[in-house]
Nanobody, 126 residues
Framework: QVQLVESGGGLVQAGGSLRLSCAVS????????MGWFRQAPGKEREFVAA????????YYADSVKGRFTISRDNAKNTVYLQMNSLKFDDTANYYC???????????????????WGQGTQVTVSS
């Protein structure tokens, strides 16, 4: 069974940066698209960024374009989310997810992902 473990969250001041990592267990990473979602208290889980299986296509929510970068290292079974110029509204629990296939629509829904991590909290102080 695939396991996804996020790390790298924490408390940061507005304007600062964080890098999230998501390690995926076993031979269950290559060939699958990966994504990041976030959920703030009282809100629905929302799409943040996604990357296809090879890493040559990536997609972003409008709210993070130009500030966040998703990448992957298939040799390390790890996907990353570099977050720069963080804003108070970026505060949320961030979840890593493995897609059901190798490619995604530009704004994928949660239904396109079959495996999820437990999340890592990102708190941005204003």
């Amino acid at each position: 069974q695939v396991q996804l473990v996020e790390s790298g969250g924490g408390l940061v001041q507005a304007g600062g940066s964080l890098r999230l990592s998501c390690a995926v267990s076993g031979r269950t990473f290559n060939g699958y698209a990966m994504g990041w979602f976030r959920q703030a208290p009282g809100k629905e889980r929302e799409f943040v960024a996604a990357i296809n299986w090879s890493g040559d296509s990536s997609y972003y929510a409008d709210s993070v374009k130009g500030r966040f970068t998703i990448s992957r290292d298939n040799a390390k079974n790890t996907v990353y989310l570099q977050m720069n110029s963080l804003k108070f509204d970026d505060t949320a629990n961030y979840y890593c997810a493995r897609a059901r296939g190798g490619s995604l629509r530009p704004v994928p829904s949660t239904l396109e992902f079959g495996s999820w991590g437990q999340g890592t909290q990102v708190t941005v102080s204003s």
